[in-house]
């Protein structure tokens, strides 16, 4: 069974700190994968994608790598700010037969900023 | 607008009742997906769409789910003789195509009581 795990499911850290979240998944067969920063009653939207050959992705404060040999990823995120408190999904993408992308979710990282 | 517009936004309804779900995609984009996010878990594939035709409706869970989207843009999922367990919010997301990354809407919430 395809699936996407978090770690660690909360964190609270302090304004300007840096932090790392984990991911781990048994997707098969691989095609992509993303981080999704979804806040409390929005959707998700996308940070970042990387696929089988990419090691390392960056987006502004936002880093994400990915190990495809032991099927790892994290997103690393520096100099935190306040509006950085979300849910951050670990999100890895199969193809599907009509041509689509299915993606499997992870359960999401909360990560709270505080003063 | 520019993003993926679903309404309503909220709708509480009693079980046993039907209900229909709107998803407005972006202009242009031929494949919408449907996934359902329960509290504290990472949205689940329902269906996918590619243009009118339902590509892959795999994660459908049973049959009082159906989804439509008869002219390739506006979807609509439906849920008939609800129950309390359907309460989630549903995301619709949409690509320019199949494989494209995907754009969420901001969900309804939808509460059976």
């Known amino acids: 069974k395809n699936q996407v795990e978090q770690s660690p499911q909360s964190l609270i850290i302090l304004e300007g700190k840096n932090c790392t979240l984990q991911c781990n998944y048994t997707v098969s067969p691989f095609s992509n994968l993303r981080w999704y920063k979804q806040d409390t009653g929005r959707g998700p939207v996308s940070l970042t994608i990387?696929?089988?050959?990419?090691n390392t992705k960056s987006n502004g404060r936002y880093t994400a790598t990915l190990d495809a040999d032991t099927k790892q990823s994290s997103l690393h995120i520096t100099a935190s700010q306040l509006s950085d408190s979300a849910s951050y999904i670990c999100v890895v993408s199969c193809i599907l037969t009509g041509g689509g992308n299915k993606l499997t979710f992870g359960t999401g990282t909360q990560l709270k900023v505080e003063l | 607008g520019a993003g993926v517009s679903q309404t309503p936004s909220n709708k509480v309804t009693e079980k046993g009742k039907y209900v229909e779900l709107r998803c407005d995609p972006i202009s242009g984009h031929t494949a919408l997906y449907w996934y359902r996010q329960s509290l504290g878990q990472g949205p689940e594939f329902l269906i996918y769409f590619q243009g009118t035709g339902a590509a892959d409706d795999s994660g459908l869970p049973n049959d009082r789910f159906f989804a439509v989207r008869p002219e390739g843009s506006v979807s609509t999922l439906k849920i008939q003789r609800t129950e309390r367990g359907d309460s989630a919010v549903y995301l619709c997301?949409?690509?320019?195509?199949?494989?494209?990354?995907?754009?969420f809407g901001d969900g309804t919430r939808l509460s059976i009581l």
């Open positions: 997301a949409s690509s320019v195509e199949g494989g494209q990354p995907q754009h």
């Open positions: 990387m696929t089988f050959s990419e």
